[in-house]
Each structure stands twice: as C-alpha cells, then as structure tokens.
C-alpha cells in the first residue's frame, strides 16, 4: 500500500553539490501516517500533513543544505493496512522516519517495523503507554502524551477532589486496555474505587447499554477509556440519558479540542481532562495556531498536530547534528538533545524515548465563558514536566538499566 | 450457479487442446512469477500470491461446485490466528505453523460444512455467514487473538531450520512454492474423477444422485478441500505481513474473495489468480484515493453481474473459441 | 430484588433498551422482507439505502432548513425514488436469473454508494439535532427513557403493523402477493405487474430510508451505519422467514429484547447471539419461524 498523497507540496531544497550530511539518497523523507477518513481524522489526520509542512518550512532546509520531503498515508485504524503501507515505505519508497500514527495498535506494529528496519518512529497521536514501556525500542520517539500520562493527570485529580468510585466504559483494543489499566491503578493509589467496567467494540455507536450499567453501578465516576466520535457519542448519548442530571460525572480521559468543537460547549461544559498543548496558553502558541489555521481550513489544532509539528523540528535539527539520516543514531541525537520549541517550550527525551513536556489540566468553558471560536479551555493546574510522566524506572523498557 | 458453466463433458478427459492451453498458461504464469519480484515489489506479489491461492480454493467450492459461500473469510482468519499463534508463542518454526494453520482451517472446514451442506442456494450462503459472524465475534472477545490490535511480531522464523525467512528472497521463493504446490493441487481435484463428480453435481443433482454418487459427501468434501487451500493461504499470509489481524475474519474479506473470483471468471482454472492480481494491485494503487477502492469494487461488481457474467478469464476464452474451461 | 443476581431495575432497562433497538431492526427487515418476499430480490443496499435516508434527513436539515418531521416524508420518498430507478435499470435484467446474482449486484451498489459517501464526508459523521419537540425524557423508575427513543418504538409499531396490514389483509396486497406467484396470470387479468413490483421495491427503499432519518437525532450520520447493521438485518429476515412480514416484525423486536438480555447475562455474547439463531433456524427450519417453503 503505497503512496504520497497527490499533489503534496514537497517541500525541497537546493542540494548543495557537496552534502554536509549523509543522508540516504540525498533526501529526508517524512511519511505522516494518520487516519485521514475515519474516527480520528479530526485529531491528526490531514492537520499533521499540515503540521508536518510547517515544520519543515520553519526548520528551512536551504539553510541546512539538506532537501526534506514529506509523504502521507491513511491507515484506516487497521494494524495490516499500517504495517503494509509503513513496510512498502521502508522497503521501495526510501522513507526515513514515520510520523504521528493515532491508533495504538497500528503504532505497535509500526514500532516494530521501525525497529526492523533501523529507521526512526516519532510517534505523536497513538496514546499507549507501552510504547515507552514493554514495547519500547531504540527507533521510538513517543511525543505529546500516553496513557499513563492522562491517567495520572485527571485520575488522580478526579478521585481526590470526592469522585472516588468509577465505572469504566472502555474502548476494547490497546489503547482503550491501557488507559482503563493506568486510570485504575492511580484510582486505587489515591483511595478510590472501580465499581465496574465494560469494553465496547471500536466504532460503536450505540452505547445506551453500556451507559445504563454505568447508571446502575452507581458510581460516582464513569470514565470514558476511548477516544475520538466514540468519546463524542459517549457523553452525547449520556446526555440523552440524563447521565449528568442524575448525579454522575463523566470523565473524558482522552479528550482533544477537535471534539469539544464537535459536541459544543452546551454539551461538554465542564468536561475536566488533561492536555498537552493548548493554542490559548501563549503568544508563542497563539501565532502558531492562527498559521496553522490558516492552513487548515480553519480549525484550530490539537495537541496530537502540535506534536507532529514539534517531533518533526526536533527531528530535522537531530539529523543536523548528526550528520546521517540513520533511524537508529538520528534518535539516539534527539535523546542527547534538549528539546525546544514554541509549543511546548523546554523539554528533553528520555532513554526510554518518553519526550518530557509539561501537562495541562484543563476544565471546558461554559458557553457564556467563551469569547470566540475555539476558546474552550480554562487551565485548572499546570502539571510540571518531571511530574507528568511516568517514572523511568516503572515503564519496564529493557533500554533503561 | 448454473448460469456460469460452458458445456462439459463428464466422463471424457480433458480435450487435448485445452490441456495444452492450460500448460502454457501455467508455465506463463510461473515464468512471470520468476521474473517478476526483480521489478516489482515483492512483498506485494507475496500479497497477490495468498490472495490467489485463497480465490483459487473458492472457485473450487463455487466454480466447480455451485455453492456460494460467504463465509471463507473464517478459513482465511482461522488459519491465519493459529498459525500466527502457532509461531509466536509455542515457537514453531514456520513450515510446522503453517501446517497447524491449515489443518485448524481444514477442522473448521469440516465441522462448518457438515451444518452447511445441508442447505442449498441462499441458505447456504445465509449460513456460511452466519458460522463466519459467530467466528468473528468470537475472536473479537478471546484474549490469544487481541482483539482490534491483533497478534503482531510474528517470527518469520527459519524455514526447515536452515532458511532464513526474515531475507525477502527467501520468502518469496517459500511463497511461491506453496503458492504453486497449491494452485496444482486444486488444479488435480478440477481434473480429477472426483472433480467431474462435482461439476454432473452441479449441473444436475438428482440426475447425478440417481447415477449412484453420494452427492452431500462430494460437496462436502468440495468445501473442506476448499476450506484448507484458503487456510494455507491464510496461514502463509500470516507469515508474510507478520500479523493476523480482525480483517481477514470480516465479513468484508468474504465479500472480497467472492469479487475476486467473479472478475477473473467463475469456474475458469486462471481466472481466480487474474482476479486477485487485479483486486490486489487496485487496492494497492489506489489507496491514497480512499474511498475510490470501495467505488471501484462496487462498480467491478455491478458491471460484472450485468454485462461480463463470465469473468475476464471466462470471456477471453469464449472470444478465442475454446470450448469451456473443463 | 434480583433475578439471576441482576437487580430488576437494570434488566428491565436492559430490555427496554433492547426493545428500542429491535424497533429499528424491525423496520429495516420489514423492508427487506418486502423486497425478498414479494420479489425474490435480496436487496443487500438496503443499509446504504438506511444511510442515504439519514443524509437526506441531514442535507435537508442543514442545507434548505427543513426539519425532521418533514423529513420523515420527504425522505422515504426521495430514496425510494432512487431505489425505482435502480430497479429499472438493474434489477430487472436479472429476474430470470439465480437470486445470488441479484445479491451481487446489490453488494456492489451498496459498495459504490458507501464509498461515494465515504469520500464526500469522511467515516466520522454529521451530527443532527434532536427535534427539540421530543427532546427530554421521562424517568420511569428503573431508567430514564428520553422521549426520543420511546417514539422510535411507537412509531415503530405503527409503520410495520401498518405496512403488515396493507400486504395482508387489502385488495392492493393481495395484488401484490398474487403476482409473486404468477406474474403472467396476474398481468393477464389487466394489472401492470412490472410497474407494481417497481413501485414495491421502492416502497422497501423508502422503509429503509424513514428508518435512517428516525435513527439521524440519536446516532451519527455516517457513511458507515449503515454497513454493519445490514448482517444483522439480514440475520433478522432469514430467522423470520425470508418472505415473511410478521415475521420480520416479530423477529426484529424480540432480537431486540434477547440482545438486551444477553448484554446483561453474558455480554460478550451479545453479537454472537443472532448469528447463532439464525444458524440453528436455517439447519432446523430454512423456510424461518414464519415462513412458508418457497
């Protein structure tokens, strides 16, 4: 499964006659593999094409006398149709680094691909937690945010602000399993308790049954372990259902700002989740956001966009450094090189190729709070970089002694 | 689906003329094979392989024997979950999971046609995908398959213990051979005894029953021979990409099969592999159209059951005045 | 108080809700079981047909500002209009041919029809507003019933208890049914038997789509809902009894129910289920519950 997107503009830059760096095939080529038609189109989808543009646009590639191009791909949420189109990269296309990839089972099967073939993987949209984890590997980046992550961020806050018994509606595949695994076990640390859980297939879209044995578990709490329409079906139906009337609070775990512009803020006030990256946050943010609006028809981006943007800069100027576009050393540079961008300031990448950023915990705006189109979010508590992530040592990566 | 066949005889062996056509095209077909993964990409004709030999094994149920199934998805993802299985966690080097792959599709192929059998035209096909929808959901639940994720990093392994499979060359050949090895054996059932029992099945049940022949244990056996040939397909394709994944027990994967087929030709000895060669190569290509592969199934489709009835296969042989495809 | 250790409150909700999705199973294998009992055709576009209908009701919504209770009218019969002339340009040549080449076409239309949608607005889905006329709901108790869903299943029950009566029990149906079992007879005695089985065909369009524009409000209008639930409605038809439409009615409500069941029993055997009535009832009793041998 092959190909670039027709018509991509192919950012290229003059080749100087004596390269500087060894780049394979005279070319950095960028495949963005996302799910461009599907459930999470929104999140990353065709805006990281945008984003990725961007950054090599802002990394200027004439001025490193290195020629970047970028190729796109959908992967349809199907482990085959990813590891196929990311094999046929690798192999016949030339390819050197894969980036975003929502979906956590496609990331896996790419993850170890990548790993095959030495190239390198920045993964910005898929969210398990075993990618810095069991699954970890020397050709992995894992930018913006993982289950660990958004577990430890509004897990924690809900259960110790009184919502202290949960029931879990869990989107049955990867990412869904390890989101609901993280949120219980920080749950249970901080003096909470799971009443229940059920897994719903992917792509659902009734979930009146599942919402009505969240109803009758009486828990205080039903967190929704899914992500994209499944999550926007989730609280319209629970709204249908009178979930919130009737004393339950939904927590979104993964939430991005795509579906709080789907849903409205009539139905998602008060939504209370964790986010990395919010367009609102600074001037910095504010003029990259108008940009990258502009380029995207008008929608705002979301923290998975963001990250691709961020990887993608992070990566080129790795490649710099190191002279070689080699998957292996290429990440190998970026861990040995703080991170610093416009959207999430000053960071660095661990050995486990965790990229360190702060976190947001964010509550939705009342529709009489917000003054314009996207104005969403209300910071509730910034969570510090070194406390946002999970610890190096409990991930169970082999590359960390 | 009687409309399909040209006239055949039952008892006489193949015309000579046509043997010798089907020779030649065998001996074309394999010399593209040779030659081709030099210029084309081969993961890819490994692709179009399994897809073949899994079109092949339908047109011997539906081809030869007159029952459309819509349920082989379940023989392709079986023998793919076990033999992925198989190879990851029991460690069995790759030629004894391919085996157990098959031999699981051959089980199922058994105990699904056994209920099958029974039922006729649409009945037939409800229930074949009725069996094929409780195996799907059945491995959507259970733990060993995991679910929308898959069973991923499947070993290639080391074929009989001294060929390394992970080197591209190596499974090419593999696939090849397995490819090869069974397009010639459904290729000996077609022209077998047993194969003319089926087609005098086909063509006139109660005429054949009362000549003596067993027709309910010929079908049956038409569907676990066709069974296990999807199954080693299925199984092989694990091994290729890897990964056995909810696709290939989709009801959409049956629909594929059954398109595959009606392109080439229904009952034509090539046209299954013409099929998969052309449903494959689209898929591939026009994949950064989307929807546009949807499209273009659903037109081959439609087209196919107005106007082109007999395949492509199926209409070059009648262009060129061969007298059916036996 | 409990019964097999789940309380009451829960199964009733439970069965209440199953009832509701049966409601749409029924409508849309009323249709189908239209479509196959009086014309031999399995019309596998009918879950495309179900998604046109609901993008019907979302074009006619957002685009010209008419609201769902006339897209409720306008809607079945723009579909179906379709669906006539696709039964005149299609469908026709192959009556004299084996059913399962009328199955193949159908699939390849409802292939085409997905991926055009597909293309023109992604698999994520439109969202379409709840008439706010039924907005709101009622708490009985054990749940709390939105409005919404408990006019699915009235107007549900009207329109198959309906279409039931008009096929069986008027001149018109018997028309229809006698010209399924002899056309030419029928045609001889001065009724137009084509344009009848035209027109019924595109009366089981419009079924499927009038069941799209009810489930617009309260599922997504996406290019997709219509893919899956065609197996199920299939599954629904054949344990019904393929020419049967009481049959149909009643099948697709009490799958309803036993899928409520299930989910609270054994959940993960809530898709499954179907599938395995219909296995049994096709190797016990092909013709279905109520059916009669073809």
Redesign the interface.
Known sequence: MLLKKAAAAAVAALLATAAQAQISDGVVKIGVLSDMSSLYADIGGPGSVVAAKMAVEDFNPAKHNMKVEIVSADHLNKPDVGSSIARQWYDTDKVDAIVDVPTSSVALAVSQITKDKGKAFLISGAASSDLTGKACTPNNVHWTYDTWMLANGTGSAITKTGGDTWFFITADYAFGQALERDTEAVVLKSGGKVLGKVRVPLNTQDFSSFLLQAQSSKAKIIGLANAGGDTTNSIKQAAEFGIVKGGQNLAGLLVFLSDIHGLGLDKAQGLIFTETFYWDLNDQTRAWAKRFAAANGGKYPTMVQAGVYASVLHYLKAIEAAKTDDGTKVVAQMKAMPTDDPLFGKGTIRADGRAIHPAYLVEVKKPSESKGPYDYYKIRATIPADQAFRPLAEGGCPLVK | MAATSQNISVTAPLASAEARRQRIGFVVMVAILLVAPFVVYPVFLMKVMCFALFACAFNLLIGFGGLLSFGHSMFLGTAGYICAHAAKEWGFPPELAIVTGTAASAALGLITGLLAIRRQGIYFAMITLALAQMLFFFYLQTPFTHGEDGIQSVPRGTLFGVIDLTSVWAMYFTVLAIFLGGFLAIYRAIHSPFGQVLKAIRENEPRAVSLGYSADRYKLLAFILSATFSGLAGATKAIVFQLASLTDVHWSMSGEVVLMTLLGGLGTVFGPVVGALIIVAMENYLSPFGAWVTIAQGAIFVACVLTFRRGIVGELAARFGSKGNG | MEIFGV?T??LF??LL??L??GSFYALLSLGLAVIFGLLNI?NFTHGAQYMMGAFCAYFLLTKAGVGYWWALAIAPVAIGALGVVIERL?LK??YE?????G???T??????????F??EF????Q?YA?PAELSG?H?LGF??L?N??AWVIVASLVVCLGTWFVIEKTKLGSYLRAATENPSLVQAFGINVPRMITLTYGFGVGLAALAGVMAAP???VSP??GADLI?VV??VV?IGG?GSIMGAIVTGFGLGLIE?LT?VFY???S??VI??I??IV??FR?AGLFGTPK
């Open positions: 309380p409150q829960a909700g439970q809700i199953g509701i999705n399995i299609m040549q192959l041919l084996d059913h399962l080449y199955l193949l076409l699939f390849g239309l409802a292939l085409i029809i997905q991926g055009l597909r293309n992604g698999s994520s889905g969202p709840m709901g708490n749940m709390f939105p919404y869903r309260i599922y997504q997709q809902m197996i299939f599954a054949v393929m409520g989910k959940p993960e055997a898709n499954t599938f395995i219909m296995a096709l190797l092909p």
